[in-house]
């Protein structure tokens, strides 16, 4: 079982659609998650980062995590084609060190 | 966010020579960095972990005596790549943390041995 899993897509959304990633984990001690961003040909670049269940809010962003699922989603609002790109989900592992999921990729069509 | 640098940022060598990639943290002080590899469509593949002063944890599979890092200073770590091969061509990333804090990565290194 992947540490990390994300479906891979590609997910496409209208623009000013509601972009929903989703990402699952597999280690139960975890307890620091994060978002990335990727753009094509670039290195990933923190969006969000949540350490305790529920919503947390950041301009068009929201992530969500549930520690009792293992279950960790990032929302983007009012989506533009300039947030398509690559949406990597990262787990702190019980070393401390971050594991990271396949990444979703998201295309928003104008 | 913290400021994280690479140089080269494209390097093109022949095959079998050494390629040195340096990682800097620029506004902060790294005790772990970490170096990925990530090919074209596919996902960052962690590499190996160091710290600060000591040795570096290799991931399995990666050859330590091919990928040599040296983490000499709290905002330094290079990657080495010995006796490049075709097959070594691939985009290297670093990233850096402080203590238990969010990772930042830089900007990567695309590597292309012919």
């Known amino acids: 079982q992947k540490e990390v899993e994300q479906n891979s897509g590609p997910l496409s959304v209208p623009e000013g659609a509601i972009a929903s990633l989703n990402c699952t984990y597999s280690?139960?001690?975890?307890?620091?998650f994060f978002w990335y961003r990727q753009y094509s040909g670039k290195s990933p670049e923190l969006i969000m980062s949540?350490?305790?269940?529920g919503d947390k809010e950041d301009g068009r962003f929201t992530a969500q995590l549930n520690k009792a699922s293992q279950y960790v989603s990032l929302l983007i609002r009012d989506s533009q084609p300039s947030d398509s790109a690559t949406y990597l989900c990262?787990?702190?592992?019980?070393?401390?060190?971050?594991?990271f999921g396949a990444g979703t990729r998201l295309t928003v069509k104008p | 966010g913290a400021v994280v640098s690479q140089h080269p940022s494209r390097v093109i060598c022949k095959s079998g020579t050494s390629v040195k990639i340096e990682c800097r943290s620029l506004d902060f002080q790294a005790t772990t960095m970490f170096w990925y590899r990530q090919f074209p469509k596919k996902s960052l593949m962690l590499m190996a972990t160091?710290?600060?002063?000591?040795?570096?944890?290799?991931e399995q599979g990666v050859e330590k005596d091919k990928f040599l890092i040296n983490h000499a200073s709290l905002t330094l770590s290079t990657l080495t790549v010995t006796s490049a091969h075709p097959e070594d061509s691939s985009f290297y990333i670093c990233?850096?943390?402080?203590?238990?804090?969010?990772?930042?990565f830089g900007p990567g290194t695309r590597l292309l041995v012919l």
């Open positions: 990262a787990v702190n592992d019980n070393n401390n060190d971050m594991r």
């Open positions: 949540i350490y305790s269940n």
């Open positions: 160091s710290n600060e002063g000591s040795k570096a944890t290799y």
């Open positions: 280690d139960r001690v975890s307890q620091s």
């Open positions: 990233s850096a943390r402080r203590l238990a804090e969010t990772q930042y």
